[in-house]
Nanobody, 122 residues
Framework: QVQLVESGGGLVQPGGSLRLSCAASGRIFSIVAMAWYRQAPGQEREWVATITNGGSPPYGDSVKGRFTISRDNAKNTVYLQMNSLKPEDTAVYYC????????????????WGQGTLVTVSS
């Protein structure tokens, strides 16, 4: 089994910054991709950004130019640097990872963290 643990959420004023972290642990041979999603109250879960081992990470239109996703492979950790935060960024942010558990695994398995709340308000 694999566990994803997010941290770094909290209350921030509009225009401020926060950095979220998500650490993966457990039965991991390789992490193929890691991503951030968010879900605002009363809304569906929204994709924010994805990072793999190559290429430029894609971002959702609502966060492009303000958020940056990065990854530390040695720590099995993904980060989300959020700048110029707006009230509409208020949501529970979830980490997602596509993981090969062993070298013989034919497919990746999808795992989710428990979420961390980000509130942008004055």
């Amino acid at each position: 089994q694999v566990q994803l643990v997010e941290s770094g959420g909290g209350l921030v004023q509009p225009g401020g910054s926060l950095r979220l972290s998500c650490a993966a642990s457990g039965r991991i041979f390789s992490i193929v991709a890691m991503a951030w999603y968010r879900q605002a109250p009363g809304q569906e879960r929204e994709w924010v950004a994805t990072i793999t081992n190559g290429g430029s990470p894609p971002y959702g239109d609502s966060v492009k130019g303000r958020f940056t996703i990065s990854r530390d492979n040695a720590k099995n950790t993904v980060y989300l640097q959020m700048n110029s935060l707006k009230p509409e960024d208020t949501a529970v942010y979830y980490c997602n990872a596509a993981i090969l558990e062993t070298r013989w695994s034919p497919n990746t398995k999808d795992y989710w963290g428990q979420g961390t709340l980000v509130t942008v308000s004055s």
